[in-house]
């Protein structure tokens, strides 16, 4: 009887070490992911960092004179604009779309009742929209992908804002909604409420589809300047 009692503590033992074993692992793995999950939220990875510098004189050439008359138009941020324009569509021209099926389905749910609204969305405003309409309403557009659904709120058409004045309408929704974060030099919030919608978290964690989304945009901007800057007397 004594050996068995012996051996059952031993046995104790053991599974208790293999349990503390486990959870030592596991505080480590979970430090080392959460640490992973900050850098990548601050700081730029030395592979997105030469992206962006290649990306940067092709921006310029295309959209550098438009950019400015619409920051100078709406008091917002060049620098901003631009390195904005560098995350949503790497500074090309034409800057593509992108198709949301998220944003479609909800869109669908407010036209046919089963959701109120979406955003300032509501059944009102898709009464009559075909399936095809809602696509291209779920839709992001030009340079700064704009929504296709964000044309309501900016009394356009979606061909206004996937045309050729893509830049100008999307610097007016800017304004419109975050702008006057932007006066106020919040650019972490701005890139952040472009993305998401809200405000940078105050976990130091983003919400964006990228983790180095802001800290991108953050970077960038100081690449950018005025084309006035670099104008000789």
């Keep these: 009887m004594a ?10 033992k053991l599974d ?6 486990l959870l030592s692992a596991l505080l480590v793995f979970g430090g080392l992911f959460v640490g992973w999950q900050y850098y990548q939220a601050h700081f730029v990875t030395p592979w997105h960092a030469a992206g962006d510098r290649a990306g940067k004189a092709a921006a310029e050439n295309f959209y550098s004179q438009e950019v ?22 790497s500074g090309k021209k034409p800057a593509g779309a992108r198709f949301e099926p998220h944003v479609f389905n909800r ?3 407010v036209r046919d009742g089963k959701r109120t609204n979406y955003e300032n969305v509501t059944a009102a405003h898709l009464a009559d929209a075909s399936d095809d309409a809602l696509r291209n309403l779920a839709t992001s557009w030009g340079p700064f ?9 900016l009394d356009v058409n979606i061909r206004d804002i996937r045309g050729p004045n893509g830049v100008e309408h999307g610097a007016d929704w800017i304004n419109q909604t975050y702008g006057s974060v932007m006066r106020q030099g919040r650019f972490r919030d701005c890139f952040h409420m472009h993305n998401t919608g809200q405000p940078y978290p105050r976990t130091g964690l983003p919400r964006t589809h990228d983790p180095q989304y802001v800290p991108r945009g953050m970077s960038m901007m100081k690449q950018f300047a ?4 670099h104008a000789t007397p």
């Design 145 to 153: 992908q704009l929504m296709g659904y964000k044309c309501i709120l």
């Design 107 to 109: 869109l669908k749910q």
């Design 3 to 12: 050996k068995k009692k012996k051996s059952k503590r031993r046995t104790s």
């Design 16 to 21: 208790r070490n293999r349990v503390q074993h």
């Design 226 to 229: 005025p084309p006035t800057a």
């Design 68 to 89: 400015q008359r619409a920051a100078e138009k709406y008091d917002l941020d060049y620098g901003y604009l631009m390195a904005l324009l560098m995350l949503e569509c």
